[in-house]
């Protein structure tokens, strides 16, 4: 999938085209939810991924988001963001609207975690209802490669409670 955006932007679900150095720029120097994270783990989040979409410009990566799902029945949207200087004039819509109603995971129940852009997702049907069940989480813990456990607890204390 390639999809032309008004201002010479791309967006494109190639995995193969994803700049990893400017993703694990970003979510390591600048995501409230990422801080620190290694390289490595970016990549293999990135490879282990069941479908990404970068936005690009002249071959540029200005943004990214991507969805681990089993395909069927859900899917989790990660790792979603637009460089600064190239927000607030309607990509990031574009790019969650590509992720999740673009590709093959449009029917299935889509989940998130987000501090401050419930307005974006609710344009795309998120809603921050209370859930039917409560949501339970574990920590991420140290892989057997000794990748860090990561900075993920901090979403967590970031989050509204509700
Ligand atoms: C969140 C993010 C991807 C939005 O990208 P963007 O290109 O600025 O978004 P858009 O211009 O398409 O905005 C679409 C709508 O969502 C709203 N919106 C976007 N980001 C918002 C935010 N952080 N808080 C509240 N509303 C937000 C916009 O106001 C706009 O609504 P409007 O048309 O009614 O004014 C971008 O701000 C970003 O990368 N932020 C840092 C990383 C981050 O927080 N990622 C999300 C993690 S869940």
Same mark, same amino acid.
């Given at each position: 999938?390639?999809?032309?955006?008004?201002?010479?932007?791309?967006?494109?679900?190639?995995?193969?085209?994803?700049?990893?150095?400017? !993703?694990?720029?970003?979510?390591? *120097?600048?995501?409230?939810?990422?801080?620190?994270?290694?390289?490595?783990?970016?990549? =293999?989040?990135?490879?282990? %991924? #069941?479908?990404?979409?970068?936005?690009?410009?002249?071959? $540029? *990566?200005?943004?990214?988001?991507r969805?681990v %799902?089993? /395909?069927? #029945? !859900?899917?989790y949207l990660a790792d979603?963001?637009?460089? /600064?200087?190239?927000?607030?004039?309607?990509?990031? @819509?574009?790019? !969650?609207?590509?992720?999740?109603?673009?590709?093959?995971?449009?029917? !299935?129940?889509? @989940?998130?975690? #987000?501090?401050?852009? *419930?307005?974006?997702?609710?344009? @795309?049907?998120? #809603?921050?209802?209370?859930?039917?069940?409560?949501?339970?989480?574990?920590?991420?813990? %140290? =892989?057997?490669?000794?990748?860090?456990?990561?900075? $993920?607890?901090?979403?967590?204390? =970031?989050?509204?409670?509700?």
């Amino acid at each position: 999938m390639r999809r032309e955006l008004d201002g010479g932007f791309t967006l494109d679900d190639d995995p193969r085209r994803v700049d990893v150095d400017a !993703v694990h720029a970003f979510i390591s *120097q600048e995501s409230y939810w990422g801080a620190g994270r290694p390289r490595e783990l970016v990549e =293999s989040a990135i490879r282990g %991924s #069941t479908r990404v979409v970068g936005l690009y410009r002249d071959d $540029e *990566q200005m943004g990214f988001a991507r969805a681990v %799902s089993d /395909g069927a #029945t !859900v899917a989790y949207l990660a790792d979603v963001y637009v460089l /600064g200087p190239f927000r607030g004039r309607g990509l990031g @819509l574009e790019l !969650v609207r590509e992720i999740v109603d673009g590709g093959p995971l449009a029917h !299935v129940w889509w @989940l998130l975690h #987000t501090a401050d852009a *419930q307005v974006l997702y609710s344009k @795309l049907g998120f #809603t921050d209802a209370p859930p039917v069940h409560p949501t339970m989480e574990r920590a991420r813990r %140290s =892989s057997p490669r000794g990748e860090s456990g990561g900075a $993920e607890p901090r979403l967590r204390s =970031s989050l509204p409670r509700p």
